[in-house]
Structure formats: C-alpha cells, structure tokens
C-alpha cells in the first residue's frame, strides 16, 4: 500500500465518520463543527484527485462562509428539539425508503463508465502546464453546459422565491408616496387653523 493510499483511506474514514456524526448527534453546534470537519476531509481527498481549485473552494467558501452562517444562526436560535424528534418514528419508513433509493441511484452511477479511468486520469501523471481550474472550466462549459444553466435557472428561481417571500407587505407599517408628494398642491399641503374658533381655514 503506497503513501497515498494511506492518506486516501485516513481521510476518507474522517469523512465518513464526520458525516455520521452530523445525523446521529443530538446537539446542532456539534453536528456543524462535525459538518466543517467532513468538508475539510473532502477537501483533502480532492487534492490527492488533483482538485486543488475544488478543495479550495470547499475550506474557503462552506467552511469559512456557509457554516460560520450556520453556526451564528444555530446558536442565536434557541431550537427546541423535543417537538422535532416527536414524528421521528412516524417517519422512519419513508426516510429508510428514500435512503435505499438514493443509495440504489449512487451504486449505479458508480457501476458505470462515469468513474473510469479514461475519463479520469491517475493523480500526479498530467503535465507540467496542467491547470486544473482551466480542465474544470472546459469541462463545465462544454461536457455539463446543460446541466450547468440548469442549475443556475433553479438557483435564480430560488433567489427569486425567497425575495418574493420577504417583501410581503406589512399591515402596520406606514410609507410615503413619492407620487402623491409629486401631485399635492398648497391646500393639500398646508392646514391654517384660526386658534379662537377651532376651524380650518383654507
């Protein structure tokens, strides 16, 4: 077994153990910091698959901007959990089902010639002017154009989703018009009250 393998395998067994972790744990804290410990063991294995660009992104973008989020919004909440294990049992089945699923759908991407290795070659055998954020880019932008504006499309139309959800107008809160500012004259503007009788004069 060569160095590398023993790397591959010590940071795949972090990754896997991390993972479980943050579903079986109890506390929402630990379950993130066990998530930041998952995505630096990914980051590690992309860089032996010479994914630097990849790992990189994953320490600078989840750990050091999304889970700092959720870190912040997790302990600022104080998140009752009693009332969200109460249907845990009621929907087990359909979790254990969804899980066969998902894992039926890994196994048979796997089993096919998307992992071999013509398509992916040995780490540490490309040249000496290989990039492999320009091999990443050429790909994305041509192999998986499609599946990569599908994705764009359905983060654009969640963005869209969450604005509309968020301006939703509120009963109480008074604003002004600036086109009824634009269209007022001076009676509208201006209220003359004579103090001895109590009436408006316009």
Same mark, same amino acid.
């Given at each position: 077994?060569? &160095?590398?393998?023993?790397?591959?395998? &010590?940071?795949?067994?972090?990754?896997?153990?991390?993972?479980?972790?943050?579903?079986?744990?109890?506390?929402?804290?630990?379950?993130?910091?066990?998530?930041?410990?998952?995505?630096?063991?990914?980051?590690?294995?992309?860089?032996?698959?010479?994914?630097?660009?990849?790992?990189?992104?994953?320490?600078?973008?989840?750990?050091?901007?999304?889970?700092?989020?959720?870190?912040?919004?997790?302990?600022?909440?104080?998140?009752?959990?009693?009332?969200?294990?109460?249907?845990?049992?009621?929907?087990?089945?359909?979790?254990?089902?969804?899980?066969?699923?998902?894992?039926?759908?890994?196994?048979?991407?796997?089993?096919?010639?998307?992992?071999?290795?013509?398509?992916?070659?040995?780490?540490?055998?490309?040249?000496?002017?290989?990039?492999?954020?320009?091999?990443?880019?050429?790909?994305?932008?041509?192999?998986?154009?499609?599946?990569?504006?599908?994705?764009?499309?359905?983060?654009?139309?969640?963005?869209?989703?969450?604005?509309?959800?968020?301006?939703?107008?509120?009963?109480?809160?008074?604003?002004?018009?600036?086109?009824?500012?634009?269209?007022?004259?001076?009676?509208?503007?201006?209220?003359?009250?004579?103090?001895?009788?109590?009436?408006?004069?316009?």
């Amino acid at each position: 077994m060569t &160095f590398e393998e023993l790397v591959f395998y &010590f940071f795949s067994a972090i990754l896997v153990f991390a993972a479980t972790m943050v579903v079986f744990i109890k506390k929402p804290v630990h379950a993130a910091l066990y998530l930041v410990l998952a995505f630096f063991s990914s980051a590690g294995v992309w860089l032996l698959l010479d994914a630097e660009f990849l790992a990189i992104t994953l320490v600078l973008v989840y750990v050091g901007a999304v889970m700092v989020l959720f870190l912040f919004v997790v302990m600022m909440l104080d998140i009752n959990l009693s009332p969200l294990r109460e249907g845990f049992a009621r929907y087990l089945p359909a979790g254990l089902l969804i899980g066969l699923v998902v894992l039926a759908e890994l196994a048979y991407v796997y089993t096919r010639d998307y992992f071999g290795p013509e398509r992916f070659p040995n780490p540490g055998h490309h040249p000496e002017d290989y990039s492999n954020t320009a091999e990443l880019g050429s790909r994305l932008y041509t192999e998986h154009f499609l599946g990569f504006e599908l994705a764009a499309v359905i983060l654009l139309v969640a963005i869209i989703a969450a604005i509309a959800l968020t301006l939703r107008p509120k009963r109480m809160s008074k604003y002004v018009r600036p086109e009824d500012q634009v269209v007022i004259t001076r009676k509208g503007r201006v209220k003359l009250v004579d103090p001895k009788t109590d009436k408006t004069e316009g």
